[in-house]
């Protein structure tokens, strides 16, 4: 295997991954079965391969169990999860050891939304199944290559090239067009705007926060705002109130893509469907209950299938999502965002952001497009609050329904002070929290 030549052949290795993935949800029973049967062959592969690295055998000893008890997404759950914590000083001790043989591979960095930034090493070929993966995605939403016009955001954490093309990069990336906007260099609302009505693009990727103030700045300034024919938020959980806002301003077009930095885009919702559907060919998605045992709603446990060189198998999300299974594949209703995003009481006990997401979803009334969360102590808690520009009610009479409708989830422990923003900024890493806790 000379990973050397993998990379200068990355692009048409990618595209002989995208041959081979699967280009529409499996809505039919045998699509399901079909996809099923392609997942499990996957499991069994995967662990055959892990089997031979020291920190998967280690995983295997301890579980008491070899490559042959693997051979569905199920059987997965008897083997360890893997923590990011984990994850992150096994990828660093590989780097250290191992300099010479990682030359040729990519390292795909997180932001270190939590303070310790992880990197993730993948192979050229992992790194091609990564993008065929993504491309997919698209093209599941009516995405056409080539054909369509591209606008997003360049990610400042990707950029170890220099951000040199070899020719083939040029000839695929021609109809793809950078924002002016990253996170080293903000970019005004009004301009961003601007930008995207100059390129009209078919596609539009940006992360959450850019898309809802970019929205509001049309609405509040009663600007004409190009509705691209899909768009999608990535980076941040899309909360109720800006996929509204996004909703009105930027057209039906909503792809919600969910995903991470380690293992890819793996949850989709398709633009006007209710339900999410996992890329189950490429990904195994599981669900742990608080007790760590098999559930239907709990914390996402993701092994993407395609990496084989250095596997990430149970990698625990610190997401939620609500789901249930059909045919053997799983299918999320809900995705309640992340675990480690709450408001700590004195008592030991803790409010995950889904609790107070739920009051928002049900509450039109609030007249907000986004919102924040900060807890500064056991006793105090600040909002920060963007204005629907179409609201019609005072600051006050929004204030006094915060704290009717939130007080109560919180047990009635915080005192609010509230903070009016013409928008929040975002953290940064480019994303925005929706809970900060100050509190250790």
């Excluded at 056991?378 to 329904?401: C, F, M």
Aim: aromatic residues 8%; proline residues 5%; neutral net charge.
């Amino acid at each position: 295997m000379s990973y050397a030549t993998d990379k200068k052949l990355e692009k048409l290795i990618m595209l002989q991954i995208l041959a081979g993935l699967e280009k529409k949800p499996p809505r039919r029973v045998q699509e399901m079965r079909d996809v099923k049967a392609k997942q499990d062959q996957g499991v069994h592969k995967l662990m055959v391969r892990a089997y031979d690295i020291p920190f998967y055998r280690e995983r295997f000893e301890r579980s008491g169990t070899t490559p042959a008890d693997y051979h569905t997404a199920e059987d997965l759950y008897k083997f360890p999860v893997l923590t990011k914590e984990e994850l992150r000083d096994w990828m660093d001790e590989e780097l250290a050891a191992n300099a010479e043989k990682y030359k040729d591979w990519h390292v795909n960095p997180t932001s270190g939304s939590t303070g310790i930034p992880l990197r993730t090493l993948f192979s050229p070929r992992e790194n091609a199944a990564v993008h065929a993966n993504w491309l997919r995605v698209l093209m599941m939403a009516g995405f056409r290559p080539v054909i369509d016009k591209n606008m997003h955001r360049p990610n400042s954490l990707h950029t170890a090239t220099g951000g040199k093309k070899s020719l083939l990069q040029k000839v695929v990336d021609t109809r793809w067009k950078e924002m002016s906007d990253s996170i080293k260099n903000r970019i005004p609302s009004e301009q961003l705007l601007q930008e995207i009505n100059d390129y009209k693009p078919d596609f539009l990727y940006t992360h959450k926060n850019i898309l809802v103030r970019v929205a509001k700045c049309a609405k509040e300034k009663q600007i004409p705002l190009w509705k691209p024919r899909l768009y999608c938020p990535i980076s941040e959980m899309l909360d109720h109130q800006s996929e509204q806002l996004l909703l009105e301003m930027f057209g039906p077009g909503l792809l919600n893509a969910y995903g991470m930095s380690e293992v890819g885009s793996c949850v989709i919702r398709l633009p006007g469907e209710k339900e999410f559907f996992v890329n189950n060919d490429t990904h195994v998605v599981n669900i742990y209950a608080d007790d760590g045992t098999p559930s239907d709603s709990g914390m996402a446990v993701v092994t993407p299938l395609f990496k084989t060189d250095l596997p990430i198998i149970n990698y625990a999300t610190r997401d939620r999502m609500v789901s249930y299974r059909k045919e053997g594949l799983r299918f999320i209703t809900e995705l309640l965002g992340r675990m480690n995003d709450v408001i700590r009481h004195r008592d030991g006990s803790v409010t995950e952001w889904g609790n107070i997401e739920l009051v928002v979803n049900y509450s039109s009334d609030l007249d907000i497009v986004q919102s924040r969360f900060i807890q500064e102590s056991y006793d105090l808690i600040r909002i920060q609050l963007v204005k629907d520009p179409a609201s019609k009610l005072s600051n006050e009479e929004i204030e006094r329904r915060y704290t009717e409708k939130f007080s109560p989830v919180l047990n009635n422990e915080f005192r609010f002070v509230y903070e009016w923003m013409d928008e929040i900024p975002s953290d940064p890493n480019g994303k925005l929290r929706m809970i900060v806790c100050n509190v250790k």
